[in-house]
């Protein structure tokens, strides 16, 4: 089993930068592939990026391509996100999630879910 907790999120201006961590217990971590997904009010829950077991590949929706960079560290049982030129519309929760499948874009896929942290961008 593998239990995820997020941190990293806050306020910032459009046009800023925040950087998700993604903290996993467990020692099978680098057997996940791991994902952020998003979750705005009134809205369900959306695909954000997603990373293979080392790394090598990763997949975002179109909506973030070029202004957000998923990576893992393995020895520090941990996943990023790494978000440029933040949108108001980038406004969401954002949950980490792990799988035992690779490159997954549906949130039925993964099997374990972090908490969650808000990222709120202002004009």
């Known amino acids: 089993q593998v239990q995820l907790v997020e941190s990293g999120g806050g306020l910032v201006q459009a046009g800023g930068s925040l950087r998700l961590s993604c903290a996993a217990s467990?020692?099978?971590?680098?057997?996940?592939?791991m994902g952020w997904f998003r979750q705005a009010p009134g809205k369900e829950r959306e695909f954000v990026a997603t990373?293979?077991?080392?790394?090598?590949?990763?997949y975002y929706a179109d909506s973030v391509k070029d202004r957000f960079t998923i990576s893992r560290d393995n020895a520090k049982n941990t996943v990023y996100l790494q978000m440029n030129s933040l949108k108001p519309e980038d406004t969401a929760v954002y949950y980490c999630?792990?799988?035992?499948?690779?490159?997954?874009?549906?949130?039925?896929?993964?099997?374990?879910w972090g908490q969650g942290t808000q990222v709120t961008v202002s004009l």
């Open positions: 467990g020692r099978s971590f680098s057997s996940y592939g």
């Open positions: 999630a792990a799988s035992r499948g690779l490159l997954l874009r549906r949130a039925n896929e993964y099997d374990y």
């Open positions: 990373i293979t077991l080392s790394g090598g590949s990763t």
